[in-house]
């Protein structure tokens, strides 16, 4: 019923920046985490940014104080701000969505969201 589609990858150098886009089109409820995750080659897939149904967000240790994820007012789309890239971001990066859970913290978790995008491949170079 839902569909994401994430915009804005590419290839920077070391210490650039980058802003990454998802949009939801379809049958999309209000009450949901919004999240971006990224995997890199030869490494399990981990959550990068979520932003729960109160408007608070969490941020993966390493991207503290660099990356920001907002959301626009009807919630249907959103976006991660990446600043001082450094090469071990390198990643293909996916947004997603979760609503089912019962909590905040269930919906944000990687195994609670419902919809996710193909991704859109970050490649920083040194």
């Known amino acids: 019923q839902v569909q994401l589609v994430e915009s804005g990858g590419g290839s920077v150098q070391a210490g650039g920046s980058l802003r990454l886009s998802c949009t939801a089109s379809g049958n999309f409820y209000s009450d949901s985490c919004m999240a971006w995750f990224r995997q890199a080659d030869g490494k399990e897939r981990e959550a990068v940014a979520t932003i729960d149904t109160t408007g608070t967000p969490t941020y993966l240790d390493s991207v503290k104080g660099r990356f920001t994820i907002s959301q626009d007012s009807a919630g249907r789309a959103w976006s991660l701000q990446m600043s001082s890239l450094k090469p071990e971001d390198t990643a293909m990066y996916y947004c997603?969505?979760?609503?089912?859970?019962?909590?905040?913290?269930?919906?944000?978790?990687?195994?609670?969201?419902?919809?996710w995008g193909k991704g859109t491949l970050v490649n920083i170079s040194s």
């Open positions: 997603a969505v979760g609503w089912a859970g019962y909590s905040d913290r269930v919906r944000c978790r990687e195994d609670g969201m419902d919809y």
